[in-house]
């Protein structure tokens, strides 16, 4: 094969997250080729990116498993048949060919498959910035938007900010190992899951409600925040050693706008078959949108196999779209 000829792959997958993982997995359970594409330079997507010590309880077979150690089961799972792996590279273009091959190009080159799945969860993920203008001074100094080390927190007074889903997972994962956390919110109301809103009254996270994050302060380095009570606008100030961002993520699908997908409030719509409009390429996980989509690892484990096994069908049409258990696979 010319250099100037990229191996033809029957898949490629955008996006290394869960989602795109499994689907991998399942690519070679099909004896689909395939090759995954990731703009960060580690597979995992949030997993690995936005929490990883971070224990998951919604997954089946797992009553609790830490992220990274998901991650690795993943991977394991999916090397067993050697995907190949692109990181660090971001999909940007998108063609097919008069001869039905897409062409795929990156920022880094040009990737060739007959069918294409898009894992790329909440696209290129960006933090919600901290309502304190100053808070922008201390990134890298005691200001977090996400924890990848727990061990950085250990013994500190850390305040979080928010009060969704990312702020009580980062609270309740700081207060084993931080000597105090404190959980800022400017509502009353939680827009987390339940069962987080009760494990976090349970722990020794101080709550505070109706109080949002004023200033953040410290010669080069966090050492206390402004914090004001937006009913009685009365301001107080805690020592803390760091801010976590809480307020999650706002999602950009990018380049992925102009491949003439149909999109609906940032999200890909699919049909019951994961297809997009554009016949050949598929997507699953948290970047569709269909009615009642749930987005959560384990959805997103669901499509990942319908996903292929469509595609599977698109490349040959012979294929059967259901290829029975995996017990019938060749060791
Ligand atoms: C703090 C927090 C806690 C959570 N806890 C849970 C939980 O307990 N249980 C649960 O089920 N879910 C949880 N979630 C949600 C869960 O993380 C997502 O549902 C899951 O990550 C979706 O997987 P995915 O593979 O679809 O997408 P992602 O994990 O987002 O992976 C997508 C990947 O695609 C890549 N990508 C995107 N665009 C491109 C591009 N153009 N080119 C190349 N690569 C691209 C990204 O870099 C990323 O690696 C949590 C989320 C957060 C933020």
């Not at 971070?54 to 797992?62: H, M, Q, R, S």
């Not at 990181?87 to 897409?102: I, S």
């Not at 994962?173 to 009760?198: N, Y």
């Amino acid at each position: 094969m010319s250099a100037t000829q990229p191996e033809v792959f029957d898949i490629i997958i955008v996006g290394g997250g869960p989602t795109g993982l499994f689907a991998a997995f399942y690519c070679g359970m099909r004896g689909a080729s395939c090759k995954i594409i990731d703009s960060l330079p580690e597979l995992g997507g949030q997993l690995t990116t936005l929490y990883p010590e971070k224990n998951i309880y919604d997954v089946g077979g797992f009553p609790k498993i830490r992220a990274r150690d998901l991650v690795e089961n993943l991977k394991e799972q999916a090397f067993q048949y050697h995907p190949t792996v692109c990181l660090n590279e971001r999909a940007q273009g998108l063609v097919r060919r008069d001869d039905g091959v897409f062409e795929l190009t990156t920022d880094q080159t040009v990737h060739c498959a007959r069918a294409i799945i898009i894992c790329g969860g909440i696209g290129m993920f960006t933090p919600r910035a901290l309502p304190a203008a100053s808070a922008a001074n201390y990134e890298g100094k005691g200001v977090y938007y996400y924890i990848d080390h727990l061990d950085h927190f250990r013994d500190k007074r850390v305040v979080v900010v928010g009060g969704g889903d990312t702020a009580l997972d980062f609270a309740l994962m700081l207060e084993p190992v931080a000597t105090q956390v404190t959980l800022i919110h400017r509502r009353d109301q939680f827009r987390a899951h339940e069962e987080s809103v009760r494990q976090l009254f349970e722990s020794k996270v101080e709550v505070r409600t109706f109080t949002e994050l004023k200033d953040v302060l410290g010669d080069g380095q966090v050492e206390r925040v402004e914090l004001i009570h937006n009913k009685t606008k009365e301001v107080t100030t805690l020592d803390v050693d760091a801010v976590v961002s809480g307020l999650g993520f706002s999602a950009s699908l990018g380049p992925l706008h102009d491949w003439g997908l149909t999109i609906e409030n940032n999200e890909i719509v699919v049909n019951t078959r994961m297809e997009t409009n554009i016949p050949g390429v598929y997507a699953a996980g948290d970047i569709v949108t269909y009615p009642g989509k749930v987005k959560l690892i384990a959805t997103g484990f669901g499509e990942a196999p319908t996903a292929v096994n469509n595609a599977k069908t698109f490349i040959d049409p012979t294929a059967r779209l259901f290829p029975g258990h995996s017990s019938n696979r060749k060791e």
